[in-house]
């Protein structure tokens, strides 16, 4: 069974950064690509950012591409998302999800596994 753990959320100023960890259990890891979604107050859940399975494709949606960066340790089993320049409507539960597949992905169906997320929350 494949499980993520989602850690590094918190309370922040608008303009502050977080960095986000994604830990996924097992030995599959660099065969997953990965993606952080996030839920917003009042929102549906929206796709963030993707990384295919060796680091070397990512994609952003337009509102993050120029402040966040996803990134991955395949020898960690790690996943990590580095927000800088954060703004209030960055508030959202983030998650983060695998798929059993070594191309990059954005659609939220197509995600195998899912961590529980970590509350991200930036002040005005």
């Known amino acids: 069974q494949v499980q993520l753990v989602e850690s590094g959320g918190g309370l922040v100023q608008a303009g502050g950064s977080l960095r986000l960890s994604c830990t996924v259990s097992?030995?599959?890891?660099?065969?997953?690509?990965m993606g952080w979604f996030r839920q917003g107050p009042g929102k549906e859940r929206e796709f963030v950012a993707a990384?295919?399975?060796?680091?070397?494709?990512?994609y952003y949606i337009e509102s993050v591409r120029d402040r966040f960066t996803i990134s991955r340790d395949n020898a960690k089993n790690t996943l990590y998302l580095q927000m800088n320049g954060l703004k209030p409507e960055d508030t959202a539960v983030y998650y983060c999800?695998?798929?059993?597949?070594?191309?990059?992905?954005?659609?939220?169906?197509?995600?195998?596994?899912w961590g529980t997320g970590t509350l991200v929350t930036v002040s005005s």
């Open positions: 999800a695998a798929r059993a597949n070594m191309n990059i992905v954005r659609t939220e169906s197509a995600m195998d596994y």
């Open positions: 097992g030995r599959t890891f660099s065969r997953y690509a």
């Open positions: 990384i295919n399975w060796n680091g070397g494709s990512t």
